[in-house]
């Protein structure tokens, strides 16, 4: 793989990463939560409209279209691994920006997600 499919590659990821953060803050912010008891449309609506929620959905298609074309450079057997990364970035960014803690399970299993993407890789 040379440098340019693995900046895509971690871009994806990235992108990825940052459309979770941002669809949980939209979905907990107790606007969007207290429309749904009001009903499905209501519901809709206000998520339709949360700056957040619009946020991770514009993430989520970039991601997944940069991943489309990393697809049609790398082999996926190669490329798919490293979204492994964005279990770590996740935790990561919800540790920071949300207050979720990080335990000792998570940072094992982080630590091994880690190891298994860098054996993959080479």
Do not use: R
Not at 26 to 43: D, E, H, R, T, Y
Not at 79 to 87: D, E, R, T
């Amino acid at each position: 793989m040379n440098v340019i499919s693995i900046t895509l590659i971690l871009f994806s990821v990235s992108l990825s990463v940052l459309a979770q953060i941002l669809l949980k803050q939209g979905m907990s912010n107790p606007a969007v939560q207290a429309s749904f008891n009001i009903g499905l449309i209501s519901g809709v609506s206000t998520v339709l409209t949360n700056i957040f929620i619009l946020g991770g959905l514009f993430s989520y298609v970039s991601s997944a279209a940069i991943w489309l074309g990393v697809l049609a450079k790398v082999d996926v057997s190669k490329a798919y691994p490293f979204v492994g990364l964005g279990f770590i970035g996740t935790m990561l960014f919800a540790y920071w920006f949300l207050n979720e803690p990080i335990t000792s399970t998570k940072l094992i299993g982080t630590l091994m997600i880690l190891v298994g993407v860098l054996l993959i890789s080479k």
